[in-house]
């Protein structure tokens, strides 16, 4: 087992959040895998909504915060190889268009470019994968129908094209044994300029 530093990143995605710490949680209880946390701005709004950011650093430790594109300067510790790999998780459908059109204006869209410049794998669970009805769960608990657009959709199919993003297809994705020590070891170690 490789012992890593994983950058886990999380946006201002409601849908999916919980089964997403939850993962992250396994993961750290079960693997020798340090994690820190970055958040975007609407990232830190999202878990206090759903009231998880104390668990979060509680977990984790304290989570660093988007100022801009590049404070602080998650790029430079992918670039210094500091993180083995990142898991964006969840991705709002705005991240998956940002990165998948190149656009780098803001900490995670930006550091995820970066990261595929210093050949860093990056892996992304959007939240709108399929075009269609998703039914998703509000803080107080109610469940309600949300639409997929389908240009959202096309997003996500667009991220997949991408060298170097691996798209998780829901917290199920990474969720079996055999999943996580393919995340956590397996593809990081399979691209020679990592490792160089």
């Not at 890593?4 to 209880?29: H, L, N």
């Not at 210094?80 to 268009?97: D, H, M, Q, W």
């Not at 075009?131 to 109610?142: I, R, V």
């Not at 657009?149 to 990474?174: F, N, S, W, Y």
Request: aromatic share 6%; glycine share 8%; proline share 4%.
């Amino acid at each position: 087992m490789v012992n890593e530093s994983i950058a886990w990143e999380i946006t201002g995605a409601e849908d999916k959040i919980e089964a997403g710490k939850e993962i992250m949680k396994e993961i750290k209880r079960n693997y020798p895998i340090e994690f820190d946390v970055f958040a975007s701005k609407a990232g830190v709004q999202v878990l206090k909504m759903y009231e998880l950011l104390e668990e979060v650093e509680d977990s984790f430790g304290e989570l660093s915060v988007e100022v801009n594109a590049n404070v602080p300067f998650l790029a430079g510790l992918l670039h210094k190889e500091r993180y083995g790999g990142r898991i964006i998780a969840p991705a709002a459908s705005n991240t998956v268009a940002k990165i998948a059109n190149c656009i780098g204006d803001i900490l995670l869209t930006n550091s995820a470019l970066q990261a595929l410049k210093a050949y860093r794998p990056v892996y992304v669970m959007p939240v709108g994968l399929e075009a269609g009805e998703s039914t998703t769960t509000l803080p107080d608990g109610t469940k309600i129908k949300i639409r997929v657009r389908k240009e959202d959709a096309a997003q996500a199919a667009k991220l997949r094209e991408i060298d170097g993003i691996t798209v998780l297809e829901g917290p199920e994705g990474i969720e079996d044994e055999d999943e996580i020590l393919e995340l956590v070891g397996g593809r990081w170690r399979s691209h020679p300029s990592i490792w160089r």
